[in-house]
């Protein structure tokens, strides 16, 4: 399950298959020739087996490229309740699977005491762990014409010191920002593609990519023009598939636009 590190892998995330479970990510992930998932910990209760997951990777033969830390507002509760733990963890369930990258967000502004010392803590991390902690770009909650501050330090990864960030197009259109100005802004610091889209909604839609306005296609060309060998994963909403086939040919269709725009063959069929 090695995977050639000097281009990009176009990677699933467990997150896209939902309502199915994670062993459904696996199984497409392998059928329809993704390099490799994204484990979203804690979207069902399989997903925070390290030794269940591992079994699944064995038996689909696909690579875990990244874990997803259990960060969501719906999985507080996952590995505990001390973010640092669930952290650490993260990066144990990373080298037990082989995974190189954790994707993490900032904290909530009620996790004020870990808030205080996150980039710090995060740049410890990188340091001691072996894996990379990559933190991903939020956005501000709406409600009418009100923003709420929901994450701290900030909600925008790119004015804190972070080592290695997530770039996810759909929080970008969440906050009415340009992913393409992002990739130019983060240079190096971009270590991980959350390949999705949206229209502007402060719902997070996480479109598919070329649905939105993101310009996912130009990000990608950007990406391959600058070599970049980190991983492009698949985050989109599949939920209102009509059909298991619906969601597949979706699922296909979006590897098929990852492979055109970065400028990568397709594999032969065996």
Request: one cysteine or more; proline letters at 4%.
């Amino acid at each position: 399950m090695l995977m050639d590190v000097s281009i990009p892998k176009i990677v699933l995330s467990t997150s896209c298959v939902y309502p199915e479970t994670t062993a459904s990510g696996f199984e497409l992930a392998q059928r329809l020739g993704y390099d490799a998932v994204e484990v979203m910990v804690g979207i069902d209760p399989l997903a925070a087996d390290v030794d269940a997951v591992r079994k699944l990777q064995d038996y689909h033969g696909v690579a875990v490229a990244s874990v997803h830390a259990p960060c969501l507002l719906v999985t507080q509760r996952v590995w505990g309740s001390d973010p640092w733990e669930k952290l650490e963890r993260s990066a144990q369930a990373a080298r037990t699977l082989g995974a190189d990258t954790v994707v993490v967000h900032p904290p909530f502004r009620w996790q004020k005491d870990y808030a205080k010392s996150f980039v710090d803590g995060i740049a410890r991390l990188n340091a001691t762990t072996g894996i990379t902690f990559a933190v991903e770009n939020m956005y501000p909650w709406r409600t009418g014409r009100a923003e709420l501050k929901m994450y701290q330090p900030g909600w925008d990864p790119s004015v804190f010191d972070y080592e290695h960030l997530t770039l996810d197009l759909s929080h970008a259109s969440s906050a009415r920002q340009q992913s393409l100005d992002l990739v130019d802004q983060w240079g190096d610091r971009l270590h991980h593609l959350h390949l999705t889209d949206g229209r502007g909604s402060f719902k997070d839609e996480h479109l598919l990519p070329g649905e939105g306005d993101q310009q996912a296609d130009k990000v990608l060309a950007r990406l391959a023009e600058r070599g970049f060998t980190g991983h492009v994963v698949l985050e989109a909403n599949t939920r209102k598939s009509t059909s298991r086939h619906d969601r597949e040919t979706k699922l296909a269709a979006a590897l098929e636009f990852a492979r055109t725009h970065l400028g990568l063959k397709t594999p032969a069929a065996h």
